[in-house]
């Protein structure tokens, strides 16, 4: 009975460790993917447009952020800083 849990330990140990490997795998993944594509959009700005770019970044679409990291005090920030400039 001890020989055999233990087995049996060892082999769900394995198999809990090439789970989280290839999870961590997938993830990595789909990081590289996301960034590509982001690269992909980012190259496509012109200047002049900034304030576009900024509005596309913060996705102000509430529907599409529920998933996505919290990121309002980044925005406000960046639209406080539309509305009144930093002078030079």
Known sequence: LDANSQKQEAEWKEKAIKELED???????????????????????????????????????????????????RCSVLISLKQAPLVH
Do not use: H
């Open 23 to 73: 999870e961590q795998l997938q993830k990595t993944k789909a990081n590289r993917a996301a960034e590509e594509a982001f690269v992909n959009d980012i190259d496509q700005f012109f200047p002049g447009t900034e304030w576009e770019n900024v509005a596309w970044l913060c996705n102000f679409n509430p529907k599409s952020r529920k998933q996505a990291k919290d990121i309002s005090q």
